[in-house]
């Protein structure tokens, strides 16, 4: 296995030059091919913007190969053994342990975030892998003998065909693996279509699969934009999409899926707030909030992004800015950087406009990361940590998810007061409560309209055994990512009733009435 796996670390250290010097491929029915499109786009350093590499606008023909390769294979790795499968699987999650370095230099490159966290997104990524591996105990279906005489009724969980995911940029390695691993350990082909700003992850994730032993054609790679989301709606041939982004993008794809009969389930925007109580451990409490909302630049969708503090608490702010000023802004391979860029000038222009227009409505920056400086990165898309206070429910900063390093800062007189201003709030994803009370941490858990909630916890996105479960406007669909529900989603039930009789079963005349 050493060999093997030296073998493999030299493939993807010669896959990450080649990346970072060509063009980005297509991965066909189990090769990377070059595409033949007309249409490029540029991909970028966050860090200097500097152009690293170009990914194409797959064109229709690419997509359709692509489709139906997913389609070819589907009927033989269906039918694999769900032990073969497994194999792979459990080959694929070692695989990445061994590359992990490798695939957090290239999410750094891409996407900007600090390499340590870059291991993250890929360790969160792992896990969902790690959990598939238990696929023989998560497919099993029902039985129920007896049901009356002679007949037993028993379920099976069958895959449903070709199915795709359409992923973002902030996070290039958990969340095509929330996607492609449990989509098809249960048995379906899958269509993968990442981010057009970070492509070269998928990638090697990808390569990886394939040296764990996936057939070709069982995963297929396309690229591109608006045309690719469109064709993936469209395709009859796709059962179901996986979406995670925007809510201007997820609501047009649950539409325009669903519309063509696919399940679809649509990840979307956030807006996280972290309830501090007067009450609350001050050290730890600060910390979790800074972190949580400053990391990865805050461009996370679990970002604890809105902060309400609770009567006296209101008093920590100055200590709150102290630290937030402490992280250090620097490109993400840097040591010792905490703060990276963000992913493209839009989005610096975009943030450092929302913090305007709090000023403009009569917010206060307390700490203003718009004129950071970064030596040695100067024409990179950095803001710094900011904390913006005194806002209120109506402003601008506050209804729009801001996906930057921004905290704002809101206060409340009771816990009453707070649990309004969250439900009030359209998005539904993740919320945390500092508190050494547990009665004020039951009533928030029970009283507040929130998917994910953190008790002493900033960040609460669940491990893999149980799902990724945001609500209301960051949410459409029916079953969430991985654990159960996703098994669910990627999964139909057929349903068997049997009878098989010791006696003579023969029947003396036709049955015409409703069996019961
Ligand atoms: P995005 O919506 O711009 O892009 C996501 C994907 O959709 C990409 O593959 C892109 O090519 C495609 N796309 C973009 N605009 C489209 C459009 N108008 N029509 C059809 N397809 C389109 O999202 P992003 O900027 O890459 O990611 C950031 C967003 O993702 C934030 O809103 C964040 O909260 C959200 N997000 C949510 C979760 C979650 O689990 N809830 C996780 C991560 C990110």
Redesign the pocket.
């Known amino acids: 296995r050493g060999v093997c796996s030296l073998i493999t670390t030299l493939i993807v250290h010669l896959f990450l030059y080649h990346f970072t010097t060509s063009t980005t491929k297509l991965f066909i029915d189990g090769k990377f091919v070059e595409s033949k499109s007309p249409e490029w786009l540029d991909i970028h350093n966050p860090a200097t913007n500097e152009v690293i590499g170009r990914v194409p606008k797959a064109t229709h023909e690419e997509m359709l190969a692509a489709v139906d390769s997913c389609s070819r294979v589907y009927h033989t790795w269906s039918e694999t053994s769900i032990l073969a499968r497994q194999q792979i699987f459990l080959r694929y999650q070692q695989l990445i342990k061994d590359n992990i370095k490798e695939l957090a230099k290239l999410i750094t490159l891409e996407q900007g975030k600090t390499l340590a966290d870059a291991e993250g997104d890929v360790f969160r990524g792992l896990q969902v892998v790690e959990h598939t591996c238990s696929i023989t105990s998560l497919m099993l279906g029902e039985t129920l003998p007896s049901i009356t005489k002679d007949m037993d009724t028993y379920t099976y969980r069958m895959p449903i065909g070709v199915c795709a995911g ?6 290039p390695a958990m ?1 095509p693996l929330w996607m492609f691993p449990m989509g098809m350990v249960c048995g379906n082909t899958y269509l993968l ?1 990442p ?2 700003r970070v492509p070269g992850c998928a990638l090697m994730l990808a390569k990886l699969l394939q040296d764990a032993g996936a057939p070709d054609g069982t995963l297929n790679i396309i690229h591109g ?2 045309n690719a ?1 469109n064709f993936i709606c469209d395709h009859p041939a796709i059962k179901a999409i996986s979406f ?3 809510n ?2 997820g609501e ?2 649950y539409e325009r899926g669903s519309k063509n009969g696919k399940r679809v389930q649509s ?4 807006k996280n707030h972290g309830v501090v109580m007067p009450d609350a451990n001050k050290e730890n409490t600060l910390n979790q909030l800074v972190g949580a909302a400053f990391g990865a630049a805050g461009q996370r ?1 679990m970002a604890l992004s809105t902060a309400i503090l609770v009567g006296e608490a209101r008093n920590w702010l100055p200590e709150l800015v102290e630290r937030a000023n402490g992280l250090r802004v620097n490109a993400g391979d840097q040591p010792g950087a905490d703060v990276g860029p963000l992913i493209s000038p839009q989005a610096k222009e975009r943030v450092n406009s929302l913090i305007q227009s709090g000023v403009d409505e009569g917010a206060k920056v307390l700490l203003d990361g718009r004129n950071v400086k970064v030596k040695g990165y100067e024409n990179g898309n950095f803001v710094g940590p900011t904390i913006v206070s005194n806002v209120t429910p109506d402003m601008k900063c506050y209804k729009e ?1 801001i ?1 930057g390093p921004v905290l704002v800062v809101l206060e409340a007189d009771s816990l009453d007061d707070a649990i309004k201003i969250v439900n009030k709030n359209p998005y539904g ?1 993740g919320t945390a409560i500092f508190t050494t009370n547990g009665a004020a941490a039951r009533k928030y858990t029970h009283e507040v309209d929130v998917g994910q909630i953190g008790v002493n916890v900033p960040i609460p996105v669940p491990l893999p055994m149980f799902s ?1 479960t ?1 609500s209301r406007a ?1 949410f459409r669909g029916d079953t969430n990512f991985y654990g159960k529900q996703g098994i669910q989603f990627y999964t139909q039930i057929k349903t068997v009733t049997s009878q098989w009789k010791a006696e003579d079963a023969t029947l003396k005349s036709p049955a015409v009435t409703m069996p019961t």
């Open positions: 359409i992923t973002p940029f902030n996070f969340i279509k981010s057009e934009q608006h989301v995670v982004g925007s201007q993008a047009y794809i990840n979307m925007g956030a969708c998810e996906f994803n990724f945001g960051s």
